[in-house]
Every structure is written in C-alpha cells, then in structure tokens.
Nanobody, 116 residues
Framework: QVHLVESGGGLVQPGGSLTLSCVTS????????ISWYRQAPGKERELVTI????????HFIDSVKGRFTASRDNNKNTVYLQMNNLTPEDTGVYYC?????????WGQGTQVTVSS
C-alpha cells in the first residue's frame, strides 16, 4: 500500500527557512515523480513543485522560484522541499503526492506557518 508521510513543518518568521520531508513506502520510488502541493487557509490546494525521477525539478508557482528547491534521495525513498526566504503567503498545509497508474496518493500534510 502506498504511504506518504510529510514532516518538517512549523512556525517560522518571515525570511526564515524550513525543509520539508516526504518519506514514501509501498511502491518502487525511483521511476515516479513526486509532487508537493500546498493549501492556504480558505484557498484551493495548488501544485507547488514536481521532483521528477531523473532529478529534474519544476516549480509551478512563480513566487517560489529562486526560493524553493526540491530534491530526492532514492536510497531513502524520500523527497525534500527546501524553502528559503519564507513569506506569510507561503503559509499553508503542504502535501506530497504521487500518481501511480492513475491512482493518486496523498500524505496527511504538514503545517507551515510564516508569521512574526
């Protein structure tokens, strides 16, 4: 059974940094792209970043480009989201996601709050 567990969220001041982790299990990690989504209060969930199997990364929100970096450790079946220079607009629940044979799986999410 596919299992995704996020961690690393918390409360951080504007300008601070956090690194989120998504530990996966239940499937062969290497071939699959892992996505990071976020959901701000009162807003729809939005795609932030995709970490592709070959190591390429694509960001889908202009405001995170140059501040967020995604990486993956195939030995640990884990994807990371390094977030720098955080702003209050980055506040939300961050989820990792994988789609395997048209089956979407989500983690439980980790809360990121950027506030002074």
């Amino acid at each position: 059974q596919v299992h995704l567990v996020e961690s690393g969220g918390g409360l951080v001041q504007p300008g601070g940094s956090l690194t989120l982790s998504c530990v996966t299990s239940g499937f062969t990690f290497d071939p699959y792209a892992i996505s990071w989504y976020r959901q701000a209060p009162g807003k729809e969930r939005e795609l932030v970043t995709i970490a592709f199997s070959g190591g390429a990364v694509r960001h889908f929100i202009d405001s995170v480009k140059g501040r967020f970096t995604a990486s993956r450790d195939n030995n640990k079946n884990t994807v990371y989201l390094q977030m720098n220079n955080l702003t209050p607009e980055d506040t939300g629940v961050y989820y990792c996601h994988v789609n395997i044979e048209d089956q979407a799986s989500w983690g439980q999410g980790t809360q990121v709050t950027v506030s002074s």
